[in-house]
């Protein structure tokens, strides 16, 4: 599992692949309007709260992929070792670093 920055987003490397994870406004939104629940709430559901997270920050440059695309990159993650933390928490890290969130 590895990151760098990148000036469009973080690139990272996930079921093998390098990704770039870039978080805005509207990917918060359509992750919050798909789930149908406000992030606090949504992270009450590991699984879907991983599989939106991780779309969600996807999207932005990555337009065509689907929600069970993200699913499929979750799986692959676990099926290679990999846990449920560590896909949130790449997720979290670049959202964080997105300066959306406060500190």
Same mark, same amino acid.
């Given at each position: 599992?590895? !990151?760098?920055?990148?000036? !469009?987003? %973080?690139?990272?490397?996930?079921?093998? /692949?390098p990704?770039?994870?870039?978080?805005?406004?509207?990917?918060? #939104?359509?992750?919050?309007?798909?789930?149908? *629940?406000?992030? @606090? !709430?949504?992270?009450?559901?590991p699984?879907? +709260?991983?599989?939106? *997270?991780?779309? +969600?920050?996807?999207?932005?440059?990555?337009? #065509? /992929?689907?929600?069970? @695309?993200?699913?499929?990159?979750v799986?692959?993650?676990? %099926?290679?070792?990999?846990? /449920?933390?560590?896909?949130?928490?790449?997720?979290?890290?670049? *959202?964080?670093?997105?300066?959306?969130?406060d @500190?």
């Amino acid at each position: 599992m590895e !990151k760098r920055n990148n000036m !469009k987003g %973080q690139v990272v490397r996930l079921a093998g /692949l390098p990704l770039v994870l870039h978080y805005s406004v509207n990917s918060l #939104c359509a992750m919050e309007a798909r789930a149908d *629940l406000p992030l @606090d !709430k949504l992270m009450n559901h590991p699984f879907s +709260a991983t599989r939106l *997270l991780l779309w +969600a920050g996807l999207r932005q440059n990555y337009r #065509c /992929l689907t929600v069970w @695309d993200a699913g499929e990159l979750v799986t692959e993650h676990l %099926q290679r070792g990999g846990t /449920l933390e560590e896909v949130i928490e790449l997720c979290a890290d670049s *959202l964080r670093a997105s300066g959306l969130l406060d @500190d």
